[in-house]
């Protein structure tokens, strides 16, 4: 089948690779990148491919219905695999609203115009919902979240996309409209916003500032290279059954202290700085309000089902995430500059 694919939120973290992991494999595919280009959204993120015959970028937010409904008329759809979203958790809690207005209106709004285009003929339809395990809240010391666990979010983020879950879910059962979840742990990797914990510290790391763990550094995250995620998205897109939902994480857990040494030991031996010398910069600061325990994945019915499992172990994942910041410093300048300087402000100087 040859595909008409929206994706939603492409020049973002996860939606860049995505987006480049589609269009240079399948040529045979039409991928329209929609973007409202957000302070997390940059077409830098997408300069090897941007003139690619297959791809189109088009600026827009995924809550304005009638440009949605333009594009769909204009496009005629196949699919649409949607990432746009307000994604990070701090960011939720000083303003809950901008997630809501995102991640359940712009949902349903691309939910509905889609069930309208399809329904004379659903065959070959889909609409691929990407969301996080954080929708299933905070594990204590045991245990793993599986596709059957109950959804308890705790934050207003993960309140949000548990949200714009189950108004996908709803969809599927009242309209009959071809849908896929898939549930992803925590992912790192190249053009990774530094806003987020490995990102922020690696640049803290080069400009020798404190590294802010929050609370004692005890909580724990499944950290998942953002490759392996999008492989298996590709894998779910295509072999997967609607309906369902599938869990992807890498077994990979660590505590965000641990992590944040391991960083500093990686970097001082990139950077030629003295063992030690990184580590010193870290500081315990004020905790995140309602900040989650641990999370952690089961991923055994995408394995057993589809048969993916993650390709990198963290230790080398994180070395070439490394490796690719201190190649394009330019790329992380550009992204701290502006914005970013009150943004870090706001958030740091208050703890
Ligand atoms: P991101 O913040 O890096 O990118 C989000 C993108 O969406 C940006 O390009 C932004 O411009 C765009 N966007 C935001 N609001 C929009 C709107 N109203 N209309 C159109 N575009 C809009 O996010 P990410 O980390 O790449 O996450 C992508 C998706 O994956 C999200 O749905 C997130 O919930 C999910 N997810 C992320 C992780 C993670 O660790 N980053 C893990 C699991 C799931
Ligand atoms: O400065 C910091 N200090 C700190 O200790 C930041 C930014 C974070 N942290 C802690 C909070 C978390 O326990 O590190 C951990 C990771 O934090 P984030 O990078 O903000 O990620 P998290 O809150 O776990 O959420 C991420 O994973 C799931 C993504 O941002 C979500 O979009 C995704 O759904």
């Not at 809550?63 to 769909?72: I, K, P, S, W």
């Not at 005629?76 to 809950?96: G, Y």
């Not at 510290?201 to 499944?222: A, M, S, T, W």
Request: glycine share 8%; charged share 25%.
């Amino acid at each position: 089948m040859n595909h008409i694919i929206l994706i939603t939120g492409g020049a973002g973290f996860i939606g860049s690779h995505l987006t480049r992991l589609f269009v240079n494999k399948y040529p045979q595919y039409k991928i329209v990148n929609l973007d409202k280009l957000t302070y997390a959204g940059n077409l830098e993120n997408l300069k090897d491919i941007e003139n690619q015959p297959n791809y189109t970028f088009v600026k827009g937010d995924i809550t304005n219905g009638d440009f949605v409904n333009d594009l769909f008329e204009g496009y005629k759809f196949t699919a649409v695999l949607h990432c746009a979203a307000e994604s990070h958790v701090d960011r939720s809690i000083s303003d809950p609203l901008a997630f809501v207005r995102t991640n359940v209106l712009g949902t349903v709004t691309l939910l509905q115009i889609a069930k309208e285009y399809w329904k004379d003929n659903l065959n070959g339809k889909l609409f691929y919902h990407i969301s996080t395990d954080e929708v299933y809240g905070s594990l204590g010391n045991n245990g793993f979240f599986t596709e059957e666990t109950p959804y308890d979010p705790r934050s207003p983020y993960s309140s949000s996309k548990a949200s714009s879950d189950h108004f996908v879910r709803a969809f599927y059962h009242t309209y009959n409209l071809p849908v896929i979840i898939s549930n992803c742990s925590n992912n790192y990797g190249p053009y990774h916003f530094p806003e987020k914990l490995i990102p922020l510290c690696i640049n803290n790391i080069l400009n020798k500032k404190p590294l802010p763990i929050y609370g004692k550094g005890e909580n724990v995250r499944d950290w998942l290279f953002v490759g392996d995620h999008v492989q298996a998205i590709d894998v779910i897109f295509h072999k997967g059954r609607t309906g369902e939902t599938y869990n992807i994480g890498g077994h990979n857990e660590w505590k965000n202290i641990d992590i944040i040494k391991e960083l500093c030991k990686q970097m001082d031996e990139k950077l030629g700085r003295e063992n030690g010398e990184s580590e010193r910069l870290i500081i315990f600061v004020k905790d995140r309000a309602g900040h989650d325990m641990r999370y952690a994945i089961d991923a055994t019915k995408l394995k057993n089902e589809l048969g993916w499992k993650p390709s990198l172990q963290f230790e080398e994942g994180l070395s070439k995430t490394i490796d690719w910041y201190l190649n394009n410093t330019e790329w992380l300048n550009h992204v701290t500059s502006g914005d970013y300087q009150n943004y870090y402000e706001t958030q740091y100087h208050k703890r």
